[in-house]
């Protein structure tokens, strides 16, 4: 079974980073999608930022664009989430997601938790 650990969450102030990372027990050269998704309290899972064996180009939220950067480390099967400049909004549990299909199914990490505090 396909397993993500996230790690790399705490409590930062306004301004400040943070870099995220999920390691996988597994890591496909293609065929493979990586995303980082958020949920605040009372709202809905929203999409950070994905990659993915198909696109050179990485997708952001507009409300992340130019602060957050996603990257892979192929050798080390982890995904990172580099945050600066982080604002309150941010505040959320961040979850890391996994796309193996067709080889392999869909998975979600546990969730870590960002704070930022103004």
């Known amino acids: 079974e396909v397993q993500l650990v996230e790690s790399g969450g705490g409590l930062v102030q306004v301004g400040g980073s943070l870099r995220l990372s999920c390691t996988t027990s597994?890591?496909?050269?293609?065929?493979?999608?990586f995303g980082w998704f958020r949920q605040a309290p009372g709202k809905k899972r929203e999409a950070v930022s994905c990659i993915s064996s198909s696109d050179d180009s990485a997708y952001y939220a507009d409300s992340v664009k130019g602060r957050f950067t996603i990257s892979s480390d192929n050798t080390k099967k982890t995904v990172y989430l580099q945050m600066n400049n982080l604002k309150p909004e941010d505040t959320a549990v961040y979850y890391c997601?996994?796309?193996?299909?067709?080889?392999?199914?869909?998975?979600w990490g546990q969730g870590t938790q960002v704070t930022v505090s103004s």
């Open positions: 597994v890591f496909l050269f293609e065929d493979y999608a």
């Open positions: 997601y996994a796309d193996y299909r067709p080889v392999l199914g869909s998975y």
